[in-house]
């Protein structure tokens, strides 16, 4: 059985569709499409049911997919244990980041990474959590750090950081000195024009679930994807933002904003780290499960 085809069926598999496996593997569809129906050739089995809308897995491919995880797994463990031989860990491991945490960690964990781990690689992607577990589970990822994850029988976490989530104001012209603006309470902040993410952006959603639960609404101002433009929003006084102190503090320009601490009831939102259950982490991702470990802990947690 040959290993690239193998890995070609398992990604196939994995994402459901030869076009996305083609795009993701970065190799013709044609010539991904010969490659899995030799496989089935050789082993006699139709692997894949092919349809207008994909592909999925027959009974004799799902009993390859579990078999071709394990196997692929114990090749990339055979390439680590050969780079120990070197002194140094291999392999490539696949990182999702949401877009705020993103902007904090990218530049020092991929720095650290290339120090501790010359041999290995590391790809670091942005998305919001939802899209990031499923791509945890079909395999295009290894590692995600996730806003309020919850475990399951595909995905394992650990805790990684709580923050609270703050109203974020612009600074009034003029005004050098904080003033120290006091707490407002989420009933206050649900009369405030809101400058948000569309769902299914996770706080977006906690902030949703919390205003239902003292009954009343957001007031919605913009929907914006992404912490940068909100901010810019902000500052441009188009409406406030609810966002944690670090997105605040690590922007171009925190001394454009005024923050408050929201209570009855305080936000605070849970990162984790996440990883597949269907696939044994790798040294290298191991090792790379601690370096964000590491670099949250520098970054996220200073003063």
């Known amino acids: 059985m040959d290993l690239k085809q193998l890995e070609y069926f398992v990604r196939v598999a994995e994402l459901g569709s030869f076009t996305r496996a083609a795009i993701a593997l970065d190799i013709a569809q044609p010539a991904l499409s010969r490659q899995v129906r ?42 680590e244990e050969l780079g120990r031989v070197r002194g140094s860990l291999a392999g490539r491991v696949a990182v999702g980041l949401p877009t705020s945490v993103a902007r904090m960690l990218t530049v020092p964990l991929t720095r650290a990474f290339r120090q501790q781990m010359p041999d290995a690689t590391i790809s670091i992607s942005e998305g919001l959590s939802v899209a990031m577990q ?14 309020n994850a919850q475990s399951s029988t595909e995905i394992e976490t650990a805790p990684l950081l709580d923050e609270d989530l703050l109203l974020v104001q612009m600074r009034p012209p003029g005004l050098l000195e904080d003033p120290a603006p006091g707490p407002i309470a989420l009933r206050e902040v649900a009369q405030l024009p809101l400058v948000i993410p569309s769902r299914p952006n996770a706080i977006r959603m906690q902030v949703e679930s919390e205003m239902a639960n003292i009954g009343c609404r957001p007031k919605i101002a913009l929907e914006i994807d992404g912490v940068s433009a909100i901010l810019d929003l902000v500052a441009d006084g188009t409406g406030c933002a609810v966002l944690s102190r670090n997105a605040v503090a690590h922007s171009v320009r925190p001394s454009a904003f005024l923050v408050r601490a929201i209570f009855d009831p305080v936000l605070r939102t849970k990162l984790s780290l996440a990883t597949s259950s269907l696939r044994p982490t790798t040294l290298t991702q191991q090792a790379t499960l601690a370096l964000i470990r590491q670099t949250v802990e520098a970054v996220m947690r200073s003063p």
Not at 49 to 72: F, M, V, Y
Not at 140 to 147: C, E, H, K, S, T
């Open 38 to 79: 030799l496989l089935e050739v050789e082993l006699r089995q139709t692997l894949l049911t092919r349809n207008g809308r994909g592909a999925l897995p027959t009974e004799a491919g799902k009993l390859l997919l579990a078999h071709g995880r394990g196997i692929l797994h114990q090749v990339e463990r055979a390439k």
């Open 134 to 147: 499923d791509s945890l589970v079909n395999g295009r990822l290894d590692i995600a750090v996730l806003y």
